[in-house]
């Protein structure tokens, strides 16, 4: 891959095509494709970038490294959660949808608007920290029909919280998460127990029972019980983690999650390309 694999959204516009947005910034520009599709896959990372968050200096080591060892190349784009509210359809056209960390976000409903799109239309989606928390509260909102349901960090003053901060923070915490075997999180990460990275103080505390019975899996949990990892069944791929899989090492080398999650968006790109059903 060529060393402009990872450019900054000041040195390269977007492009102009009916299916992408026409705010994002360009995290990518690659210069081969990993599968025999017409166009590298579009990956649209939801979030408000910020130097001052970690995981978004990693992105463009982890696009090149899946560029590099794993030819996976994924055509990014910035999408401000800001973007994502002011346009229904950010997302739509693009073949994987990255809810990154980074909360509290500019704009809920923006973030919230993103994961439905992505849930609804079969998009791959992978939610991280925030991703994960927003994730759980949309389905909650839009599936299980709890509409009055809040986060905590977004709106301190609401009666009925599902994501409150946790009884003990896991800012610049390391723990182990135990996975459910026959789940996808089993299957992409192939162990039964992981020691992962988090930067969190919120999570998940009610209703999670309701949002199991309307067909959320929760995979993955910490020595305690605790909810760590969602996934929903029947979806083409989508899965959310407390942890951030992208504080893995030192970004050289992706988190099996972050792989998986790119081979899905390329796949979702051949099928694109061949015109297959998604």
Do not use: K
Request: aromatic fraction near 6%; charged fraction near 20%.
């Amino acid at each position: 891959m060529t060393n402009n694999a990872a450019q900054s959204a000041s040195s390269r516009t977007t492009p102009s095509t009916p299916s992408t947005p026409s705010t994002p910034s360009a995290l990518s520009a690659p210069s081969a494709l990993s599968a025999p599709s017409a166009r590298p896959a579009r990956l649209a990372v939801v979030g408000d970038r910020s130097p001052d968050v970690v995981a978004h200096s990693r992105i463009p080591l982890l696009l090149d490294a899946l560029a590099g060892h794993d030819r996976l190349v994924l055509d990014a784009y910035w999408i401000p959660s800001e973007d994502a509210a002011d346009d229904a359809a950010a997302v739509r056209g693009f073949d994987a949808v990255w809810v990154v960390p980074g909360s509290p976000y500019r704009s809920e409903a923006g973030v919230l608007s993103a994961i439905r799109t992505a849930r609804e239309e079969g998009i791959p989606f992978l939610g991280t920290c925030g991703g994960f928390q927003h994730a759980l509260l949309e389905y909650a909102r839009h599936v299980c029909g709890l509409t009055r349901v809040a986060h905590a960090e977004n709106e301190p003053g609401a009666e009925d919280f599902l994501i409150e901060p946790l009884a003990c923070s896991l800012v610049g915490h390391e723990g182990t998460v135990v996975i459910e075997p026959g789940s996808l999180a089993q299957s992409v990460m192939n162990a039964e127990r992981s020691v992962e990275r988090y930067f969190c103080a919120y999570g998940p505390t009610r209703h999670l029972d309701t949002l199991r019975a309307h067909g959320l899996r929760f995979s993955g949990h910490d020595e305690d019980g605790h909810v760590r990892i969602a996934e929903l069944p029947g979806h083409r791929f989508f899965l959310a983690t407390l942890f951030q899989p992208e504080l893995a090492g030192d970004g050289s080398r992706p988190h099996p999650i972050v792989r998986a999650f790119a081979r899905a968006a390329v796949e979702q790109a051949t099928r694109a390309a061949t015109r297959q059903p998604v």
